[in-house]
């Protein structure tokens, strides 16, 4: 396998305040995320895999309920997936982010779910986070809290899954996953060679902290990691620039091959040569 492209668009996120602009807040968040694909696209060439930030589409916003989240989140596969599959076709390119998900097989539960679209336009990989569902934004339901249930109906695969595709095994984990290292290993376990990580990270004094166990999942599990921050929340009761960014491509050998240098709208690049993480594996 060629190495390839990939690219982290740490992006500006319009939040969804007053309901009724739902439609309209989605819409221009999705297409400011693919302007930001096309501009990559077309300095580089050859980019096969896209990511963008936790709650990249929808934004963060609090206090709120889980009825009033449901009532903005999406369903995956959805509109919103159909239509970075459009984008992904356009491309040739994988495309990976995160959305708040409603299931009717779930009624009333909300999951942190994290996708990979392939090129082809399809859903291959949906993540539901493990860790950290009951924090500060709001209690959405991890694969855990109704594990009995969860593994009935989709089986324990389901709970750590990982993609198999032409540009080698792909897993997501999200944000809170990363200081749980049974999290990252049991995606390495499986398979799984590119650890992609929307998160959305405020300044808080365990930054530093999370960048040196960003480095030692890769280095631990000789898997690249790919983690994309938030660059801004745009238009809600949180600071625009109260994100750190430091979007990054680190590789197998934990060590950091791109990074952006702080916060705000921004896009890191990296390269990846599947052959050689497989031959250090070896």
Known sequence: MKPYSVALIQQQTRVIVDPKQRDEIIHANLERIFELIDWT????G??????????????????????????LAETIPGE???RIGKKARERSCHIAGNLYERDDDWPGRLFNTSFIVSPEGKVVLKYRKNNGPNNL???YTGPGD????????YGEDS?????????GRLAC?????????????????????ILIHPTAEPYAPEGEAWDILRRARAYENLCYFLSVNAGAFVGSNRPTSGYRGLSQVIDYMGRV???????GEAVVTGTLDLNGLRWERT
Request: proline fraction near 4%; hydrophobic fraction near 40%.
């Open 41 to 44: 696209v077309l300095r580089l």
């Open 46 to 71: 050859n980019v096969k895999l896209v990511t963008f930030s936790e709650y990249g589409i929808i934004g963060q916003y609090r206090p709120r309920s889980v009825e009033e989240w449901l009532s």
């Open 80 to 82: 919103v997936t159909e």
């Open 137 to 139: 934004n709001t209690t």
């Open 146 to 153: 109704i594990y009995s249930e969860y593994v009935k109906k």
């Open 159 to 167: 709970m750590f899954p990982v993609a198999e595709t032409e540009i």
């Open 173 to 193: 984990l999200s944000c809170t996953d990363l200081v749980f290292p049974e999290m990252a290993r049991c995606l390495a376990l499986r398979g799984a060679e």
């Open 257 to 263: 091959q791109s990074v952006v240098s702080g916060s």
